[in-house]
Antibody, heavy 121, light 106 residues
Framework: EVQLVQSGAEVKKAGESLKISCKAS????????IVWVRQMPGKGLEEMGIIYPDDSDTRYSPSFRGQVTISVDKAISTAYLHWRTLKTSDTAKYFC??????????????WGQGTVVTVSS | SYELTQPPSVSVSPGQTASITCSGD??????VCWYQQKPGQSPVLIIYEDIKRPSGIPERFSGANSGNTATLTVGGTQAMDEADYYCQAWDTNTVVFGGGTKLTVL
């Protein structure tokens, strides 16, 4: 069974760092792009960036470049989203998802359950 | 940057047909997919490559894409179809989501 299982909810303070994870199983992790998506409370889906696990080719959305770091650990089929310095505006639910095909195209056919990040001042 | 525009809301009576549009420059030249998201849940892929349905998605969901507009059609809408719907495409190796449409089944 194809699954993406994300790490649990986080409550942090502004200025702290955070790394959340997305563990894949049931498919060839290195052959499908992973996207990270932000959903702020009551708002829509925003793409943050994508990564190809095989070679860690990473592309960031302009809005998020320099704000977060996306990485993978192929050995444990896990993708990560990292903040060096959290802001209260980072409060949101974060999803990871995988592409249906190997290229950076097409649909995301499996999504993680989401990780809620709450950042207080 | 490339943008996809959706109406914020669409209302439909049970059993009727709902259409949700997604507009973008020359969108017909790209593949569009659609996701359904219910409150508190993750998005679910319901249409990919403009017109294809993943396994398990009811036939009442269909898609089309031509010119500058892609359309998601829900035929015989049921109460369980009340949700947010997002279109998505790729533009120069970048993922683009529409702003989402709340489908209300009255």
């Amino acid at each position: 069974e194809v699954q993406l299982v994300q790490s649990g909810a986080e409550v942090k303070k502004a200025g702290e760092s955070l790394k959340i994870s997305c563990k894949a199983s049931g498919y060839s992790f290195t052959r499908h792009w992973i996207v990270w998506v932000r959903q702020m409370p009551g708002k829509g889906l925003e793409e943050m960036g994508i990564i190809y696990p095989d070679d860690s080719d990473t592309r960031y959305s302009p809005s998020f470049r320099g704000q977060v770091t996306i990485s993978v650990d192929k050995a444990i089929s896990t993708a990560y989203l990292h903040w060096r310095t959290l802001k209260t505006s980072d409060t949101a639910k974060y999803f990871c998802a995988k592409t249906m095909v190997s290229g950076p195209v097409g649909a995301f056919d499996m999504w993680g359950q989401g990780t809620v990040v709450t950042v207080s001042s | 940057s490339y943008e996809l525009t959706q109406p914020p809301s669409v209302s439909v009576s049970p059993g009727q047909t709902a259409s949700i549009t997604c507009s973008g420059d020359n969108l017909g030249d790209k593949y569009v997919c659609w996701y359904q998201q219910k409150p508190g849940q993750s998005p679910v892929l319901i249409i990919y490559e403009d017109i294809k349905r993943p396994s398990g998605i009811p036939e009442r969901f269909s898609g089309a894409n031509s010119g500058n507009t892609a359309t998601l059609t829900v035929g015989g809408t049921q109460a369980m179809d009340e949700a947010d719907y997002y279109c998505q495409a790729w533009d120069t190796n970048t993922v683009v989501f529409g702003g989402g449409t709340k489908l209300t089944v009255l």
